[in-house]
């Protein structure tokens, strides 16, 4: 197969890539450029686990060609920390115990990014659409909703 | 327990019962956290499996030379190159790692290759030619126990019996008013962690392996390998990796990777990395076992039970896997927590050309489950009371002697959990509310459900665990454990207990994964047992260190050991509650006087007994309760249920952590809502019918309503400050609970699950069921639905 050249921002960060056409851009994250935080779950676009930022909006990666990505911005869940200094949306997720086995956590917080980016102050109701596109196997989606919801309050009850 | 006393802390406790961080989430929020398939060696190749084309066959020759001779390909394998054990098997050593001679269900392996890329590993599968001789198959476990039916293993399908007699039922229901008989029927489900199968293995220095990768039973995925390959044991590592949930799903699944990525390394030298797609995996792995129940009660016109008989038959599958053990946890609490004199419990499980069925969380309660609590309802409706009503007349109290003759001394908490769930929910005004509505598009329901739970592995297997707790020259702590954590938490929960214990704050501690090389086999990482095992094995570790460490400090300061104490990072005395040293000092002090800073903690659970011949015994150390109350909405036109409202209630002894528990009450009931509602995975005549999450659904955010958990402490003395276990008791109720909503709503039972639209519509499956003409009779009897006011 005839390998293509693409143009892209990753992180922001600039790289000029020789891919394969076919190369999904879950697999040019994971494989290519060594970005394991974006996880795979389905490769069918049901389970979100691959969900990443594409010029702001989330996007299952798995459903999107490499070679569409050129000239395009690409963030993931390894660009939301600031050296050792957490998004509030990863520090809500961990005062409200949202993480569980953590598989899902990457793909849910891209999700809930693209959401928050666009509303403040979203509702339950909102929250749970955005993320009706990520399953998550362990957690029953409430403490994720929460995590959401007070992403500037931080409770750790108990 | 002399050293117990030695360092009883008579403190308020710190750390145990608050919702602390978890210890492994900060890896899991910013990516770094390292999953199966996050481990890259360089030179490795990619292992790719060909499975069976049949559900049941004989192989007559396999021909892999066109694929060896594919340029990238390193090798090609089959059952014949497997030096060792071709089979392996937790009770059972039935399963191929390669079939051989015979395929018995789709999920099959046939033969291996590793290549330099996945593409050509792929590629090389499909040039692999097999010639097989298709064999009848049954699919169906009922059909697998009938004499002419096509036989799996050895002379007959039926590979497990148990059972269980108390007193008479002849007599029981000879006294009995009434008599209610229902059939019952679950379903296969997909575990559905999100995270696939994967593994890499590499070939040691020392002519061994290592083996990292998502596995739930280290331990006897190594004796498998070990096995296989003609290895000691301590030739074969297993590391853990960070495991994307399991719920019971990563054991022989994970065995079956690891032993075929490990066949590959040994054969290239190379280090060999397998992932399974999502496809690969839903088709191979194992499900939670599909029951047919038969349930027959006996009743006074009062609600009291007189007799109880009951069979079930399981679906093995194409291999034992955990079936024995599955199918006797549900024989044990078939008759759930309710007095009866008079009890005949029979529970098979028979071979099928189906996928291979084992561990899920709930491990064969589930199902039971499931009956027992629409029986219940059923009994409540039939003597005129309301479900809250019938279950405080016949539940369990303290004392109580279970159905194989167990007497229950532990607090037997079911009324005071079935009290708080109905108070939580206005259980009983909304229940009768709901029964006098007028008909309209839209009803409204209410159910409830209760259990009581086996806590551990009881008399089914030895059940006991290590954790090593180590402290450094500068204060901090490594601790690990044979146990494992799958995204369950039993690593912070471990932390908190070492802790608390050690009198220091959670982020001195730091947990490493499992690796088999460096615990003590601590068994399976199953049962809920991973805080009564894992934490006890860690409250053990730590106080031994703590002993050494004021016994340093007595010396350092002079003071008595039992004016010492350690809290908040420091020594203390407690009298004058001047601190001392600092936990860093007293760590240095401890390493410049030569003081062992290591412990291995080791906890046995208490003695259970079984005999088998007579099904009588102490099942269980101790048992927990619970009970869910699940409102939902029906629409008529549609079929379609929606869970509006759910009060979770456990009694888990004692949380370690708060949120933690709630966590797993959260995650237990969302799964149990699939399992009640949405999820089925199909198969027929052998074929499954859903490959991905496209097709088998579980619940997404806007399937599950918030949910209100409730917890329950009466401490345990059997656990760790108190504590007994809350992972699967939470997932084993939602079913009922909903299914007894939705007979409050609409006055139709259902008594199979999924309770998806049809069934609640039409009151049966939409799907052809390949019986036609005259047979369509039978199953018109066994409608999967009956409406109230039917005779009983
Ligand atoms: S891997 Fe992309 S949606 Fe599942
Ligand atoms: S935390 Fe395990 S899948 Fe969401």
């Keep these: ?158 | 327990m002399e050293k117990d006393e030695q360092v009883k802390m008579n403190k308020e406790l710190k750390i145990i019962g608050k919702s602390e961080r978890r210890v492994d989430a900060w890896g899991k929020v910013t990516g770094k956290a390292k999953y199966a398939d996050d481990y890259n060696v360089s030179h490795q190749l990619i292992g790719k499996v060909l499975r069976s084309k049949y559900p049941h066959a004989k192989i007559i020759c396999i021909n892999i030379s066109k694929a060896e001779k594919l340029t990238g390909v390193e090798t090609v394998l089959t059952a014949k190159d497997i030096p060792g054990a071709k089979v392996f098997g937790v009770v059972v050593k039935n399963q191929a790692i390669l079939a051989e001679d015979r395929v018995r269900y789709l999920g099959d392996g046939v033969a291996l290759v590793a290549a330099v890329s996945k593409e050509i590993a792929e590629q090389a599968i499909s040039l692999i030619e097999v010639e097989y001789e298709p064999l009848p198959v049954v699919s169906d476990p009922e059909e697998a126990m009938k004499p002419d039916a096509p036989v799996l293993h050895d002379d007959k399908n039926e590979f497990v019996h148990h059972h269980v007699q108390k007193g008479d039922i002849t007599k029981g229901f000879a006294e009995a008013d009434f008599i209610i008989e229902r059939k019952f029927k679950t379903q296969f489900i997909e575990h559905s962690y999100i995270e696939p199968e994967a593994v890499l293995a590499e070939p040691s220095e020392q002519d061994g392996i290592k083996i990292t990768g998502c596995v739930q039973n280290l331990f006897s995925t190594r004796r498998s390998v070990a096995s296989m390959l003609n290895l000691d044991l301590a030739q074969v590592q297993i590391v853990q990796s960070t495991l994307g949930g399991s719920f019971g799903g990563k054991d022989e699944a994970m065995t079956l990777i690891s032993c075929r990525a490990a066949l590959l390394a040994m054969k290239t030298g190379r280090p060999v990395k397998m992932v399974d797609t999502r496809e690969e995996s839903m088709l191979e792995s194992y499900k939670r076992h599909p029951y047919v129940l038969y349930y027959k009660w006996g009743a006074k016109k009062d609600g009291s039970i007189t007799a109880m008989e009951i069979k079930c038959i399981a679906d093995g599958g194409a291999y034992a896997s955990m079936s024995p053990f599955v199918t006797w946890r549900s024989v044990v609490q078939a008759t759930g927590p309710y007095y009866c004199e008079n009890v005949k419990t029979d529970v098979y499980a028979a071979y099928t050309n189906n996928n291979y069925t084992g561990a899920m969380r709930g491990f064969g309660s589930p199902q039971v489950n499931f009956a027992i609590e629409s029986m219940m309802d059923d009994l409540a409706e039939k003597v005129g009371m309301n479900p809250l009503e019938i279950r405080m007349k016949n539940g369990f109290e303290t004392g109580a002697v279970t159905a194989t003759g167990q007497e229950l001394t532990h607090n037997v908490s079911l009324k005071e959990v079935l009290t708080k769930a109905a108070a939580a929910s206005d259980f009983e005004k909304k229940w009768k509310r709901n029964r006098e509505a007028k008909s309209d598009e839209k009803k409204h329901g209410i159910g409830l459900a209760c259990s009581y739970r086996g806590v551990s592995l009881g008399a089914e297997g030895t059940d006991a665990a290590e954790t090593i707790v180590s402290v450094q020259t500068d204060g901090s702590v490594i601790v690990s454990s044979g146990i494992t954590d799958m995204g369950q938490g039993a690593q912070t929960q471990m932390s908190q207990i070492t802790a608390e214990v050690l009198g220091i704050s959670m982020d001195r501690i730091h947990f490493l994964n499992t690796n088999t090389s460096r615990v003590a086999d601590s068994g399976a990482t199953v049962a809920s047992r991973g805080t009564i095992m894992g934490g006890s094995a860690a409250k053990n570790a730590a106080e031994k260190v703590r002993i050494t460490l004021l016994e340093v400090g007595a010396e350092m300061t002079g003071d008595a050991v039992s004016d010492l104490d350690l809290l908040d990072n420091y020594l203390i005395n407690i009298k004058t509650k001047k601190p001392l040293a600092s936990f860093n000092e007293l760590a240095t002090a401890c390493f410049n006087k030569g003081k062992p800073m290591v412990s291995h903690g080791w906890h046995h659970s208490p003695k259970t007994s079984w005999d088998e011949r007579q099904g009588q015994g102490e099942a269980y150390f101790t048992f927990v309760y619970g009970a869910n109350v699940a409102e939902v909405e029906v629409d008529i036109e549609t079929g379609k249920v929606d869970v509006l409202d759910f009060v979770s209630v456990h009694d888990v002894g004692k949380a370690i952590n708060k949120g933690m528990v709630e966590a797993q009450i959260f995650g237990g009931v969302a799964m149990g809502i699939g399992y009640g509602l949405l999820e089925e995975f199909e198969i027929e005549e052998g074929i499954p019918k859903q490959a991905n999450f496209d097709e088998y659904l579980i619940p997404t955010s806007m399937d599950v309503p918030r949910i209100k958990a409730i917890i329950v402490e009466n401490e345990d003395p059997t656990g760790p400050f108190g504590a007994k276990s809350v992972g699967e008791p939470t997932n084993e109720l939602a079913a009922p609970a909903i299914v007894n909503a939705i007979y409050n709503a609409t006055g139709k039972r259902i008594y199979e699950i999924p309770a998806n639209l049809e069934r609640v519509l039409l009151g049966h499956k939409l799907t052809r069921t390949g019986k036609r003409g005259l047979e369509q009779k039978e199953i018109e009897e066994t409608d999967s639905c009956k409406t109230r006011g039917n005779k009983l």
């Excluded at chain 1, 970005?35 to 686990?49: Q, S």
């Design chain 1, 1 to 158: 197969m005839k390998k293509v050249t693409i143009h892209t921002s990753v992180n922001h960060k600039h790289y000029e890539l020789e891919i394969k056409p076919n190369l999904t851009l879950l697999s040019l994250l994971r494989e290519e450029l060594g970005l394991t935080g974006t996880k795979c779950g389905c490769e069918v676009g049901e389970c979100g686990a691959c969900t990443v930022l594409m010029n702001g909006k989330a996007v299952n990666s798995c459903l999107v060609l490499a070679p569409q990505i050129d000239g395009q911005e690409i963030v993931t869940v390894e660009e939301l920390a600031i050296g050792n200094k957490l998004h509030p949306l990863q520090e809500s997720f961990l005062n409200h115990d949202a993480v569980h086995c953590g598989f899902c956590t990457p793909g849910m917080l891209m999700s809930a990014k693209d959401l928050l980016d666009h509303n403040s102050n979203p509702t339950e109701e909102e929250i749970r659409t955005a993320i009706s596109g990520n399953l998550c196997r362990c957690s029953g989606y409430q403490q994720i909703v929460d995590a959401i919801q007070n992403n500037n309050v931080s409770p750790l009850k108990g």
